[in-house]
């Protein structure tokens, strides 16, 4: 059987954090009743004139700048003509001919090292609205919610050679978006869709085979799935002797295959006109500038800022930086924390270890991210503080961290409400400790006799019988103490 090569290009549609659609002023905001968010224009309604939305237009410029595009100076509208229920004007505004942004390219980590991946152009439309096929109805209805809402389509070049290479870019660029704050990247309510264009060839062949296109997939499992699955279609299709035929199809999560679901268009299929409502978009190198200075640091540069700055692990930068929320509230509580006295990398540290495990542990049972924490960054600084200056134990610490995300009460308040404080006192420690070494007689014989590992054991009682509140430090120093006297 033959070796084929698989070859993948992608388009992304990115939807704009705009408060207002693309050219009129109806609302963006997700899962409100159907058609509440409309008027005559998004409805497309005769006599209306569209407007453009001008904060539209500098997410995308914004874009572009990070994903090394060139932003064209003059570009245009086009009508995509085409019928769909979904879609009330019978035609999508889109860009055609002279897109926003062109030229652009990005890296991903690929095997070892990484991989350019080319992106042809970046370009501005409006979505359209959503069908809703409700069971037990006998029919669809039209939700026109989200007709309007501007898009950014990012598509690349054939670049991308497998499932992996597809989702790490996926990835990357779902981060450019969220740090630059034009997309909020949420796949699941549809922010973030994407639609692999894959073919295959025989290996070392230069000739494009013909390509499927798969729609609107909106989860980084679910891509690498149906890509997966589409090449080992397309493999056994060509192995039989059989032709791929140019076409759309969907993936089908419940069954995990992909299925039929048109012949594949091409450009003049859609008949694209420049919109006559529209007059073309003129771009100042003055704009360009002055929007090039408001650029955020992306994920990259802060996790790289992370590890250089703040001492973290790769794997700790990773974590954070994987959410801007998280890297955000990382920051905040290193700072509060090195205010209060801890040394920069000691309060980096001890927050990154607290933030990715112990809270994160937290989050994740609630279902909800670090924008949404009950845990303020500057009380995690104070329970930190706590712990690293003696006041509390580290399983106390756990126990009041639990507390605080129930609650939202801060450290101090459970520690003095509960009397949780940490006990240092050489009195106190040596009354429990004595305690212990007479329940355990047999321990403190091994001990004696040169078994050091016991000692272990016997913290722990000690640390049992203080209700967690005794300084581990001062018991082992003092049970060291008292076994060798």
Known sequence: ???YETVIGLEVHAQLKTRSKMFCACGTVFGLPANTQTCPICLGMPGTLPVV????????????????CTVNSKNRFARKNYFYPDLPKGYQISQYELPICEDGWVEIAAGSGTKKIRIKRAHLEEDAGK?????????????????????????????????????????????VLVYLDVCDG??????????PNLSLRPVGKKEFGTKVEMKNINSFKFVKDAIEY???RQTKVLNDGGKIHQETRLWDTDRGETAVMRS???AHDYRYFPDPDLVPLEISEEWIGELKKTLPKLA??????????FGLTDYAAGVLTADKAAAEYFVRATATAVEAGLPKADGAREIANWATVDLRALLNEKGIGFADCPVKPEQLAELVVKKHKGEISGPIAKTVLAEMFSTGRSADEIVKAKGLTQVSDEGALAKIIDEVIAKNPQQVVQYRGGKEAVLGFLVGQVMKASGGKANPGKVNELLKGKLTS
């Open 264 to 266: 594949k268009e091409e």
């Open 230 to 232: 589409e090449v080992k």
């Open 131 to 175: 069908n809703v096929h409700a069971t037990g109805t006998g029919g669809s209805r039209v939700d026109l919610n989200r007709a309007g809402t501007p898009l950014l389509e990012i598509v690349t070049e054939p670049d991308m050679r497998s499932a992996d290479e597809v989702v790490a870019y996926l990835k990357m660029l779902r981060d």
């Open 53 to 68: 939305n001008k904060k539209a237009i500098e997410m995308a410029i914004q874009a572009g700048l990070a994903l090394n």
């Open 1 to 3: 059987m033959a070796a």
């Open 186 to 195: 949420n796949m699941e309510e549809g922010s973030l869709r994407c639609e």
């Open 300 to 309: 990259t540069e802060v996790h790289e800022q992370f590890i250089n700055e």
